[in-house]
């Protein structure tokens, strides 16, 4: 079993749809939790913490289940530029920034 | 350009030579990281450097595979010995202690 999961999409959602992701993770001791975003052939690049709280920023929020081990990412009102892949990452570690352990990836295509 | 760089940024070669990539962090990093990702993977963690110490190896780094960190700057991963299975984008990334990776661009090896 992967220690992260994620649904590979591909999503093909409509401009200014709603459109979810999830993801599991198998480690209970996993303390740092991330979403990336990879745009095709690109590098990976930080989208933002998830916190126990549950987080927003702009039109995207996380959240964190540490009982299920699940992740989410809600993406409101989406726009073209926001196709792209979506990591989700796990961490060991507290403070989380070293042996970051990704997910597969969930593709997102948003079209006109 | 200040971000992480990598060099070469594409290399093919044929099976059973040997390969080197090299990686220049951003320059006040102390922590460096180098991964591999495959077509429809996400990327996988191979090692890591706190200034010039090796910390951490995973399993995937056979002993074909070496990296080093001679001064606590540059990076270089060789492959020894290539196989057409080693074919992947090799990420470096930097950070400093407990705080966001940044990732360069890749060096993407395919092997004949």
């Known amino acids: 079993r992967k220690e992260v999961e994620q649904d590979p999409g591909p999503f093909n959602v409509p401009e200014g749809a ?3 992701f999830n993801c599991t993770y198998s480690n209970s001791a996993s303390q740092s939790f991330f979403w990336y975003r990879q745009d095709c052939r690109k590098e990976p690049k930080l989208l933002m913490s998830v916190y126990s709280s549950g987080n927003e920023d ?19 009102d989406s726009k073209l530029s926001d196709s792209a892949t979506y990591l989700c990452v796990v961490s060991p570690l507290s403070g989380g920034y070293n042996k970051l352990i990704f997910g597969a990836g969930t593709r997102l295509a948003v079209h006109p | 350009d200040t971000g992480v760089s990598q060099d070469p940024r594409h290399k093919i070669t044929k099976r059973g030579q040997n390969v080197t990539f090299r ?4 320059s006040e990093h102390n ?3 180098w991964y591999r990702q495959t077509l429809g993977q996400g990327p996988e963690f191979l090692t890591y450097f706190q200034n010039e110490a090796q910390l951490e190896k995973s399993r995937l ?17 060789e ?9 992947a984008m090799y990420l470096c990334a930097s950070s400093l202690t407990f705080s966001e990776l940044f990732f360069g661009e890749g060096s993407r090896l395919t092997v004949l």
């Open chain 2, 31 to 33: 922590r460096l990281y």
């Open chain 2, 61 to 77: 780094l056979s002993d074909r595979f070496s990296a080093e960190r001679p001064k606590g700057s540059f990076s270089t991963l």
């Open chain 2, 79 to 87: 492959i020894q010995r290539t196989e057409q299975g080693d074919s």
């Open chain 1, 58 to 76: 702009g039109r995207f929020t996380a959240q964190l289940n540490r009982a299920s081990q699940y992740i989410s990412l809600l993406i409101r």
């Open chain 1, 18 to 20: 709603t459109v979810a």
């Open chain 2, 23 to 26: 990686c220049d962090p951003i």
